[in-house]
Nanobody, 122 residues
Framework: QVQLVESGGGLVQAGDSLRLSCAAS????????MGWFRQAPGKEREFVAA????????YYADSLKGRFTISRDNAKKMVYLEINSLKPEDTAVYYC???????????????WGQGTQVTVSS
């Protein structure tokens, strides 16, 4: 059974930094590209970042480049999302997901975690 479990969310202040983690199990982790998406209240799920299976390629949403960094540790079966200079508009549930190829397309992801809430106060 594939499981993706996100952690690291919480209530933070604008300007803070945060690192989200996603622990994977039940799949051959090194064979999957990994992505992060987010969904704010009343909005559709939005692509944030993705990383190739080997970690050599990364892909970011154009509007979010510069403050977000995705990384992975295949030995630990973990993927991370570091967010700097947090803004209130970053408030959302953040999801990690696994895909066979690196993609910014929601439909390209086969497995999803349950999400972790990030709330940024002004």
């Amino acid at each position: 059974q594939v499981q993706l479990v996100e952690s690291g969310g919480g209530l933070v202040q604008a300007g803070d930094s945060l690192r989200l983690s996603c622990a994977a199990s039940g799949l051959t982790f090194r064979s999957y590209a990994m992505g992060w998406f987010r969904q704010a209240p009343g909005k559709e799920r939005e692509f944030v970042a993705a990383i190739s299976w080997g970690g050599t390629s990364t892909y970011y949403a154009d509007s979010l480049k510069g403050r977000f960094t995705i990384s992975r540790d295949n030995a630990k079966k973990m993927v991370y999302l570091e967010i700097n200079s947090l803004k209130p508009e970053d408030t959302a549930v953040y999801y990690c997901a696994a895909a066979l190829t690196i993609s910014g397309d929601f439909d390209g992801y086969r497995f999803w975690g349950q999400g972790t809430q990030v709330t940024v106060s002004s």
